[in-house]
């Protein structure tokens, strides 16, 4: 009897044993490995619009239309696990304790820049949105681009609702309200895309600079000391003299966003942390990741070539066509495509304008 018994127990633990080691290995080869549940930037590979429970649980309450708190957030992190909402949106004094950025010269950190951006923010004494803004417990955020996508849609009231409106390089607003709105809370630029007319400025608005090369932050000294410019070495085109604000009213955009784009979320090059071929992301996609950090609600206007109408115009503002748009070496507008439709068909980002996905998300 014993015997047996004893056997028994050898038997049932190896085949206990047999199925555990079995179990492991499908899981960690299927079910949990990363390599089968995410792409190559960390995304969920099936994206779909469903709000996770503990915020369906949380948004339960909120009136129809309500601002909801954390939403765009909490909808990357449901898709991109390794995204951490924390990162402030302009330097300001404290920004070497903020490390990510120490060791990448621009575009993607600070390295080398230091003593320069010292200078500037110590002039500039500002480094938020304003009081308003900033005490708000749940901010929506819109980021116009340029596409003219934007032409004949009518959206202009609909943008101005957003609590912060994003516009960028030279996108005029005058004369185009109708579709693109009145309001301007921040202006984001590089050099060579500022405004160069002083009277083509909105009224009232944040300017701030998003740096591509050390030149960029030099050019950026000059107009906060409202020094001109003796030389335009270094730059790929004019550039504005003049930026008709206040240095209380000019901010420089953390370089973190353009080095997340880059490397964690597009997947351009590394090339050693250096600009190189194909590693800059566009500004819209910056300011875009800049958005999903430091916004509870974030939409897109105007975003999206398509070059199946290369008649239609490139900008809202310009008669240029579709067909005038070149490959450039900085950029990799397919590979940067992609992520926005990414953003998009997971519902982290609306695109007021469809450009993004079109027919296909
Ligand atoms: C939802 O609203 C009700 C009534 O306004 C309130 O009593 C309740 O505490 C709220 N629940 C949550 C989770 O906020
Ligand atoms: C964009 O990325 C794709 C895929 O990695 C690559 O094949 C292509 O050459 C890149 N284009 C540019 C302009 O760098
Ligand atoms: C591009 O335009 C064509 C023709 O109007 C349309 O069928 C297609 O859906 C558009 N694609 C995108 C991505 O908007």
Known sequence: MKPSRNLILVL???????????????????G???????DKQGFLLKLDCKLPLELIIKYNNLSEGACKPGYAAAKMAAIHPKFTKLVPMFLDPNYKRFSRIDNFPPPFGV???ERIIDVLLSEMKNYGLGEELDSMS??????????GILTSKSLGSKIDQFDVVVRLNQAPVKGFEKDVG?????????????IQKTEHYESESLFVLSAFKAQDFKWLQHMVFNKRLISTDGFWKSVAQHVPREPSEMRILNPYFIQEAAFQLIGLPYNKGQMGNGNIPTLGAVAITMALHNCDEVAVAGFGYNLSTPHAPLHYYEKT?????????????SKEKKFLMKLVKAGVVQDLTGGICGAVC
Request: hydrophobic letters at 30%.
């Open 138 to 147: 749940c901010k929506t955020c819109v980021i116009v681009g340029n596409g």
């Open 32 to 38: 949990w490995s990363h390599k089968s549940l995410y």
């Open 111 to 113: 390295k080398s820049q």
């Open 321 to 333: 066509k579709m067909s005038a748009i070149k490959e450039s070496w900085t950029h990799n507008i």
């Open 12 to 30: 049932c633990t190896t085949l206990v044993l047999g199925f555990l080691y079995y179990s492991s290995e499908r899981i960690s080869s299927q």
């Open 182 to 194: 009145s309001k301007t809370t921040l202006r984001i630029t590089y050099p060579e895309g500022a």
